[in-house]
Nanobody
């Protein structure tokens, strides 16, 4: 089991920044691929960003590319999402996810463990 706890969400004005963090405990963190997803009411969970085991590979949804940065610290068992130039359409609950083997890192059904989510609200 891997327990994931997100933090850092909140209310921010359009154009502002937030940094989300996800703390992991349980099994060896460095064995897991990590990602951030987001979800709004009535919609499916949407891929945001991905980072590989050693952080040598990162991938982003087109909607956040150039504005968001994912990073991980295997020594501290954390993964972060720096969000800049936020837009109202970024408003969602953001989830941290961990998976061992992923054929498609954008598919939420392939991830093994999830955090409880943190709300991000961007006002216009």
């Amino acid at each position: 089991q891997v327990q994931l706890i997100e933090s850092g969400g909140g209310l921010v004005q359009s154009g502002g920044s937030l940094r989300l963090s996800c703390a992991a405990s349980g099994r060896t963190f460095s064995n897991y691929l990590m990602a951030w997803f987001r979800q709004t009411p009535g919609k499916e969970r949407e891929f945001v960003a991905f980072v590989s085991w050693s952080a040598d590979v990162t991938e982003y949804a087109d909607s956040v590319k150039g504005r968001f940065t994912i990073s991980r610290d295997n020594a501290k068992n954390t993964v972060s999402l720096q969000m800049n130039s936020l837009k109202p359409e970024d408003t969602a609950v953001y989830y941290c996810a961990a998976g061992r083997y992923l054929d498609d890192y954008t598919d939420p059904s392939l991830y093994n463990f999830w955090g409880q989510g943190t709300q991000v609200t961007v006002s216009s």
